[in-house]
């Protein structure tokens, strides 16, 4: 059973700062890819920003400059600095791991997400 836990949603100020913390616990082989996205209301879930095992990372246009992905591989976690931030970056944001998970032949690749947490930024 694989779990992701997120962390440090809040609200804030516009202007303001906050950090998520998303932690991979359970039975996997390895962690590839993690992300975190955001769903506000009424809208579509979107990818905010990616970071593969080898620590490329890829950002939406709206957030570039102001967040920053990282991730600890010992720990198995994904962090995501918000800086400068704005009222329409409100939203629940979800961290995402594509994970590799053994099987008793061979290996498969899954996707997990997080439960969410929430992001207010006031004006």
């Known amino acids: 059973q694989v779990q992701l836990v997120e962390s440090g949603g809040g609200l804030v100020q516009a202007g303001g700062s906050l950090r998520l913390s998303c932690a991979a616990s359970g039975s996997f082989f390895s962690i590839n890819d993690m992300a975190w996205h955001r769903q506000a209301p009424g809208k579509q879930r979107e990818l905010v920003a990616a970071?593969?095992?080898?620590?490329?990372?890829n950002y939406r246009d709206a957030v570039k400059g102001r967040f920053t992905i990282s991730r600890n591989s010992a720990k198995n976690t994904v962090y995501l600095q918000m800086n400068s931030l704005k009222p329409e970056d409100t939203a629940v944001y979800y961290c995402y791991a594509l994970m590799t998970i053994a099987q008793p032949v061979g290996r498969k690749f899954s996707d997990y997400w997080g439960q969410g947490t929430q992001v207010t930024v006031s004006s």
């Open positions: 970071i593969t095992s080898g620590g490329n990372t």
